[in-house]
């Protein structure tokens, strides 16, 4: 168990890579509070965890609500004691061409994607701070690097938060608080079962791998992330995506 008594805060547990990831820490002996966003889902979720669900805890958030973001932080310490990891998974996408964009696209996934991102970095950050030890972890994506045609706003999003890891672990470094992002490639999940059949294969052919990710193995690099065994490394993005986009 390489994560016992840590108590991590996961953003979007409730399914897909969230619930994947809430899975994986709790095997690995965290304290796992995680959020979505209807008590519908945060309970569907618990009864999916099985007897595992006696480490897991969820809170309604909406991240892109700072207020909201800075309470529920509050929260996990009053209830689970500390928080020693974030990790920054709640995204949307509201995907159209350019010229069809709609403000309310744009400032959705904006607002969800990169401010929800900062207002969870922003109030785990002086408990982490006190505590001088920390671990934030921000599931950027593959088009945050390469882009993708109908998802400027989402890119713009991604690749956002690729520059805030940077300028997070350069500010919190000497607290020993380590910032990283992972950049998933095309994984299996509620979000991507609605991409159109055509769409899917054409990604397949530009995957080296030959294969879509599966949720679990995002939470592998999640685990490394947060573990020990990630100590020297801050401010980098990995990228878990079969080879698609290679540096
Ligand atoms: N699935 C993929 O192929 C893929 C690829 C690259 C990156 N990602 C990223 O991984 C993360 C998880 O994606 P997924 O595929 O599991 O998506 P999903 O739609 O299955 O889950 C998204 C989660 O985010 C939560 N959420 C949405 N809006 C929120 C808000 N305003 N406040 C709080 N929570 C909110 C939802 O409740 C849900 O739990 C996202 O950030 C996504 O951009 C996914």
Redesign the pocket.
């Known amino acids: 168990m390489r994560l016992k008594d840590k108590v991590v805060i996961v953003?979007?547990?409730?399914?897909?890579?969230?619930l994947a990831l809430v899975r994986r820490l709790l095997a690995e002996g965290a304290k796992v509070a995680f959020?979505?966003?209807r008590q519908e889902?945060l309970d569907k979720a618990i009864a999916a965890l099985g007897d595992s669900a006696a480490n897991a805890k969820g809170y309604i958030?909406?991240?892109?609500q700072s207020a909201a973001c800075e309470a529920m932080v509050k929260q996990v310490i009053t209830d689970l004691g500390a928080v020693h990891v974030l990790v920054n998974?709640?995204?949307?996408t509201k995907d159209t061409l350019m010229m069809r964009m709609k403000e309310e696209d744009w400032d959705s996934v904006i607002d969800?994607?990169l401010k929800?991102a900062f207002n969870c970095l922003k109030a785990v950050t002086r408990p982490m701070m006190g505590q001088r030890w920390g671990r934030i972890i921000n599931?950027s994506?593959?088009?945050g690097l390469m882009g993708n045609a109908g998802q400027v706003n989402y890119a713009a999003s991604?690749a956002g938060m690729l520059g805030m890891t940077k300028a997070a672990a350069k500010e919190l470094a000497s607290r020993n608080i380590t910032v990283n992002a992972i950049a998933?490639?095309?994984?299996a999940?509620?979000?991507?079962e609605v991409i159109a059949e055509e769409a899917k294969k054409a990604y397949l052919s530009a995957i080296p791998l030959n294969r879509f990710g599966t949720?679990d193995e995002i939470a592998s690099a999640v685990v490394f992330l947060a573990s020990d065994d990630s100590a020297y490394i801050t401010g980098q993005t990995l990228n878990v995506d079969g080879g698609m986009v290679m540096q």
């Open positions: 953003t979007g547990g409730s399914r897909g890579i969230g959020t979505g966003t889902s958030l909406d991240v892109a998974n709640a995204g949307i969800t994607n929800g599931i994506s593959v088009v991604k998933p490639g095309f994984i999940s509620d979000m991507t949720g």
